[in-house]
């Protein structure tokens, strides 16, 4: 898709279960100029799309995700109910730092934005942002790789 250079800001949804791999992995995303949501569950997913009143462009999906649809059942739901949405469906940690890695590159070619059925009166979403951290868009999905293992690593230590 092309991009306008008065196209808004292309909206991600980040279902990803694991709480610390969630977060460093929005805000790489958001350093790359997206807007994300996160959700933690399908069913959590599942509610963004019918009650935030956002509309997503891009779902970035791990395939472990937890609740009764998992990550499989939620990329068929989009795929059924959202037809529009862009799917990225990963199966690791690696993967899914390397799908980010790849929409982060495309955001910066242009080649993502919001499409002209968004709504202008439409609420923003208004995510707790991390702290920042060493993140930076262009950088490789190994070093969100392991920035996210660092941060386990150091949850662990202090459990």
């Known amino acids: 898709m092309s991009r306008r ?11 990803e279960p694991d709480v ?3 977060h460093t992995l929005a805000e790489f995303l958001r350093n790359c100029g997206l807007h994300v949501v996160e959700a933690a569950t399908s069913e959590a997913a599942i509610a963004v799309f019918n009650e935030s009143g956002f509309d997503i462009d891009i779902l970035l999906c791990d395939a472990k995700l937890g ?7 939620l990329a068929r739901w989009v795929r059924e109910h959202r037809p529009a949405v862009d799917i990225e469906l990963t199966g690791s940690l690696a993967a899914t730092a390397g799908a980010a890695h790849e929409i982060c590159e495309e955001v910066s070619k242009g080649e993502v934005s919001k499409p002209d059925h968004s709504k202008s009166d439409q609420p923003k979403p208004d995510q707790w942002r991390p702290e920042p951290s060493k993140l930076r868009p262009g950088e490789d999905p190994q070093s969100v790789v392991d920035r996210i293992l660092q941060l386990r690593a150091a ?5």
């Open 67 to 73: 609740g009764e649809l998992g990550g499989f059942g």
């Open 155 to 159: 949850r662990d230590r202090n459990r």
């Open 20 to 22: 610390i791999a969630r």
């Open 5 to 15: 250079p008065d196209a808004p800001t292309a909206l991600a949804l980040l279902a």
